[in-house]
């Protein structure tokens, strides 16, 4: 059973399904009719007979983040629904495999951390350049990228807002797998082909047990974080940061 939305296609082969972000003359940018999508294809896959699932992106590169042409307003109503598929995605008895094509940048690199596993191409660029805008991870970043490398590393990478590349990325445990260029997808669809010979109820209670080692809830913290983007997006540093971003311009921030 294969489908296609406007911006999310999905193919189901054997027990493996591939969502690919389709929005390729953007990068993949995510929008509010992107996500909308996203979040259609996740439910599709979850009702498949689908053990193990690939998230990627058409035209070379996984996803560059949020579109920053958006309003203040638009881009907020997209943090928060990009948070609820994030929380679909970690609470899926399905595991999801990252095949990180060109760059994973701010909420494409969120939507990269949601996944169970992740495997890059050699010269794949990734990180949470959000700050330098004017913004922050507000997409689960922060508790994601804290939850896989501790709270020092996931600083040092969300207040610099440097990208990285993929073999810095798997020192710090960020990729699972580093594999040619040309052969990031199918790699990926690899990894789902060996996943979907576990069992699935063991994987599904493995990844409750490995969420449950977590204190705080991430539902709860992303609606918390939800309000934040709210209120920042609103700012004269978001406005800033933004059209500079849109300008080739280096931003200057007014500061308080």
Same mark, same amino acid.
């Given at each position: ?20 972000? @389709? ?10 009719? &992107?996500?909308? %999508? *996203? /979040?259609? $294809?996740?439910? !599709? ?55 990180? @094509? ?10 990269? &951390?949601?996944? %169970? *596993? /992740?495997? $890059?191409?050699? !010269? ?133």
């Amino acid at each position: 059973m294969d489908s296609t939305h406007d911006f999310v296609s999905v193919e189901i082969d054997d027990n493996v399904a591939t969502i690919r972000l @389709e929005r390729p003359e953007t990068r993949n940018a995510l929008s509010i009719p &992107l996500v909308e %999508d *996203l /979040r259609a $294809a996740v439910s !599709e896959v979850e009702t498949a007979d689908v053990r193990a699932a690939v998230l990627c992106g058409a035209g070379g590169t996984f996803c560059a983040g949020g579109d920053l042409e958006q309003p203040p307003d638009a881009f907020v109503e997209e943090v928060k629904m990009t948070n609820e598929v994030i929380v679909q995605m970690r609470r899926s008895h399905v595991p999801f495999v990252a095949a990180i @094509e060109g760059a994973a940048v701010g909420g494409g690199f969120e939507l990269a &951390l949601a996944c %169970d *596993l /992740r495997v $890059a191409g050699r !010269e794949a660029k990734m990180g949470l350049p959000e700050v330098t805008l004017g913004i922050f991870p507000c997409a689960g970043g922060t508790r994601l990228l804290a939850q896989e490398i501790g709270a020092s590393r996931a600083r040092q990478l969300v207040l610099r807002g440097d990208l990285i590349g993929a073999e810095e990325a798997q020192s710090w445990g960020l990729l699972d797998q580093i594999t040619d260029s040309g052969a990031v997808i199918e790699t990926g669809n690899d990894i789902a082909t060996d996943l979907a010979a576990n069992s699935p109820v063991g994987m599904e209670v493995a990844k409750r047990s490995i969420a449950d080692a977590f204190d705080r809830s991430l539902a709860d913290g992303l609606d918390w974080d939800v309000e934040l983007a709210r209120r920042v997006a609103h700012e004269e540093d978001f406005a800033e940061g933004t059209d500079a971003f849109l300008e080739r311009r280096e931003p200057d921030f007014p500061g308080r």
